[in-house]
């Protein structure tokens, strides 16, 4: 099993960027699961035709110790399984807490075992990597980090971020920054920022996604570019996209 997580701040693009990641796996045959780690629980609904599917958090509320991993376990487009952890009411309560509990019960349900997938991406909210932002960073979750950015300068400053955080976890063996994917957003000289960034904390930018209008007709359709325009070029490069942020021989599927 290979273990993502996708990182970047907030209206970057990330979760867009995850789900058409998640959908390019799929179709190249790999059983992937998707957990959505923000509280807007909106990661995993244009793999579902843009129908958000209960969060862990508020399933436990619900059903308390009845809760089963079909409550908090959603299939989507081309079988990915997809999870929101989900997060309190807007003023109310921890975030990051959120996240510590939904994986808690995950872990609890043997969700890994039970479905085991071949690719797990954790798609989280990287304007913070505190507390609960930070547990895909840590032993046993994520292996591999990859921070959708652009050339703005906050998207930049979150990667910064994001690779010090990972710099302290290092003496840890816990998951390493692999690479950059910059989500274009037309900054002027946006390539040269971004790849200037990249040499700075000593990484690579792995992607470049240019703008396109089709992730906003395919999100209008409540779906991933992948699924709604297979044969567009932008479906092209979240195929490549797939192919370098996973390596073939490192999947080691069930029998």
Do not use: W
């Not at 959120?98 to 997938?117: D, H, S």
């Not at 990597?129 to 979150?158: H, I, K, N, Q, W």
């Not at 395919?218 to 996209?241: H, N, S």
């Amino acid at each position: 099993m290979h273990k993502i997580a996708i990182y970047g701040k907030g209206g970057i693009g990330k979760s867009t960027t995850a789900a058409n990641l998640s959908a390019a796996l799929s179709v190249m045959g790999l059983k992937v699961m998707q957990i959505g780690c923000d509280p807007k629980a909106d990661s995993t609904k244009n793999l579902r035709d843009g129908e958000k599917v209960p969060t862990v958090l508020e399933s436990i509320k619900n059903k308390k110790d009845a809760l089963s991993l079909e409550d908090i376990v959603f299939q989507g487009y081309k079988n990915v399984l997809c999870v929101e952890t989900g997060g309190p009411t807007p003023g109310i309560g921890c975030a990051g807490r959120g996240i510590i509990t939904a994986f808690e019960k995950l872990e609890e349900l043997n969700a890994f075992a039970v479905y085991r997938p071949d690719v797990v991406i954790y798609d989280v909210l990287g304007d913070v990597v505190c507390g609960g932002f930070a547990m895909p960073l840590r032993g046993g979750y994520a292996e591999d980090v990859f921070v959708v950015t652009s050339g703005e300068m906050m998207s930049l400053y979150a990667a910064t971020n994001i690779s010090t955080a990972l710099e302290q976890f290092k003496s840890k063996g816990y998951a390493t920054l692999k690479g950059l994917i910059l989500n274009a957003k037309g900054v002027d000289g946006e390539r040269e920022l971004v790849a200037k960034v990249a040499e700075e904390i000593n990484t690579a930018v792995v992607q470049y996604i240019p703008r396109d209008s089709y992730v906003q007709k395919a999100e209008q359709k409540g779906k991933t570019v992948v699924e709604a325009f297979p044969a567009a070029d932008l479906t092209a490069i979240y195929m490549e996209l797939a192919k370098t942020v996973i390596k073939q021989e490192r999947i080691s599927s069930a029998p």
